[in-house]
């Protein structure tokens, strides 16, 4: 697995990314947070001590020789808006609502935060862009992933074909049930595809955020993809899980940058 340990955190990294690009899915280790947001809480909105955090931010910052102030965030809300972070988000600025983020700048750090919803990366490595994206089951019936990529190409002249994606630690299928009022939004969205994420087994429906999405990416042209295959309800050990630990958990960030030439 592609795990990497430095100064104290356990981070997840893609290999299918070229070398020009940071990334790092942090787990919930080296930490200073307490139960149960234990221990690198990365999210200042689920109760824990904001000092706790920004200590959590700055390390797992310093893990990738990134400065905290290079950071650029969004307060995520389930949606399909983008924030083009063309420069570092102001401490003093106001968080903006979105739920993709893209920048050219190495000067920038993306910066998300996850319990259970899917984090998507993007990169091209043409035109020199980044972007992250969150895909829970109402970002990804928006259809968050075709969003993410039709931006690449509308504002910054990217082709599908050189756009290498990567799905993030998440809820699987085998840990997600949900409701009909779901999964008649995905039939309708998904229509002849909408078997291969949907499952159902003793009167219970599955959803398979994992497949939904590369199936999004698929039909926008991008074909370099790799699925993490790591579900967040399974390894509490490593994730925070919204689900599996009913609400009271923290949150773990996936960070994304470029190299400076």
């Known amino acids: 697995m592609p795990f990497q340990n430095k100064n104290g955190l356990r981070f997840y990294q893609f290999d299918i990314f070229s070398e020009t690009v940071i990334n790092a899915v942090f787990t919930r280790d080296g930490g200073v947070s307490p139960a149960p947001w234990n221990s690198l809480n990365l999210s200042i909105s689920v109760g824990d001590d904001p000092a706790h955090v920004t200590e959590n931010r700055t390390r797992a910052f310093d893990a990738l020789g990134r400065?905290?102030?290079?950071?650029?965030?969004?307060?995520?809300?389930?949606?399909?808006?983008?924030i083009y972070a063309d420069t570092p988000r102001p401490a003093n600025q106001p968080i903006q609502k979105a739920d993709i983020l893209f920048t050219d700048n190495p000067e920038v750090s993306l910066f998300m935060r996850y319990a259970d919803c899917v984090p998507l990366l993007f990169h091209d490595p043409k035109q020199n862009v980044?972007?992250?994206?969150?895909?829970?089951?109402?970002?990804?019936?928006?259809?968050?992933?075709?969003?993410?990529?039709?931006?690449?190409l509308e504002k910054y002249n990217c082709k599908p074909e050189d756009i290498v994606a990567g799905i993030g630690p998440s809820i699987s299928i085998d840990h997600y049930e949900v409701g009909e009022d779901v999964a008649s939004q995905f039939r309708e969205k998904y229509a002849d595809d909408a078997e291969k994420v949907l499952q159902n087994h003793d009167g219970k429906t599955y959803l398979d955020l994992w497949r939904a999405n590369v199936i999004q990416l698929q039909k926008s042209g991008v074909e370099h993809i790799q699925v993490s295959g790591l579900c967040t309800a399974c390894h509490l050990g490593d994730w925070f899980s919204h689900r599996a630990e009913k609400g009271k958990t923290g949150r773990f960030g996936v960070l994304m940058a470029l190299k400076k030439a």
């Open 67 to 82: 400065n905290l102030a290079s950071l650029h965030d969004a307060h995520l809300v389930h949606g399909v808006d983008i």
């Open 130 to 152: 980044i972007g992250l994206a969150h895909a829970g089951w109402m970002g990804t019936v928006k259809g968050v992933a075709e969003v993410a990529i039709k931006a690449m």
